[in-house]
């Protein structure tokens, strides 16, 4: 085991928080609060977790209910992150449209069994890719258009439709998205060791069969967050997720 679970870990989990938020407030960073209840709401949400999976992974009707669980609040995150009007709710396109064809083959194909302790993790990894993504293209896809508001006149003015000027705007932007999953992947091993790595070796795996898992993961999360951004970036062109009304 990497981290007992003692007293000690809670202790030190603590003084790391604290440290973060008191570097956010001497740094006047601005998120000294939202560092405070992130990570609060963080320890309730894996206590919480961890037991619930115990529990629905035996269970199919609870194992779905617990997987749609994770895309709502997904979509509902990633939603509110993009925007605050009622627009939020077509956060749920990308993040579908990344994650449902990738776990769809790979439950085709056997390498994924249908049993809750495979599925939920496997499906949680990539919502939470496909989430991070739809975020940073939203979101920068929506600033650049905000910021460059006379470009994407101009494209009106030389007869482009509302749909190609937008486009013309926000997706250089909204490719960014794809730089952390591209970096992450291309310096794998060489600066970190992640998660699903590490993870299989503690487990007991051999370092070919953690290396293969990590390999699976980073080229799904790939395959998802190229999707979503995609996706995102077609919904933003088109104005139907936007920050003011659509239209010109």
């Known amino acids: 085991m990497l981290l007992p679970v003692t007293p000690v870990l809670g202790i030190v989990l603590a003084v790391l928080l604290v440290a973060a938020v008191a570097v956010a407030a001497l740094a006047h960073l601005g998120h000294g609060r939202a560092i405070a209840l992130a990570g609060l709401r963080a320890a309730a949400q894996l206590a919480a977790v ?9 269970a199919l009707p609870w194992l779905l209910c617990f997987l749609v669980l994770m895309y709502a609040v997904a979509v509902r995150t990633a939603g509110r992150r993009i925007t605050r009007n009622r627009t939020w709710w077509w956060a749920g396109l990308p993040i579908a449209a990344g994650v449902l064809p ?10 994924v069994p249908p049993r809750g302790l ?20 939203g979101r920068r896809a929506l600033d650049e258009l905000h910021a460059r ?10 007869g482009l439709p509302d749909r190609d000027a ?15 999953g591209l970096d992450q992947t291309r310096t794998v091993g060489l600066v970190t060791l992640p998660g699903a790595f590490v993870g299989m070796l503690l487990g ?10 990590q390999l699976f993961v ?12 995609a996706v995102v970036l077609e919904l933003v062109a088109r104005g139907l997720l936007h920050r003011e009304p659509a239209g010109r």
């Open 50 to 58: 961890s037991y619930l999976i115990g529990w629905v992974v035996h």
């Open 102 to 111: 990738v776990v769809g083959v790979l439950l085709l194909t056997g390498l």
């Open 118 to 137: 495979t599925l939920i993790p496997v499906t949680g990894i990539l919502i939470g890719g496909a989430l991070t993504a739809t975020v940073l293209a």
């Open 149 to 158: 508001r006379g470009e994407f006149e101009a494209g009106l003015a030389l």
């Open 166 to 180: 937008r486009m013309e705007v926000a997706r250089p932007a909204a490719s960014d998205a794809l730089l952390p």
């Open 204 to 213: 007991g795996a051999s370092p070919v069969q953690a290396g293969a898992v």
């Open 218 to 229: 980073l080229i799904a999360l790939l395959a998802v967050q190229a999707t979503a951004c």
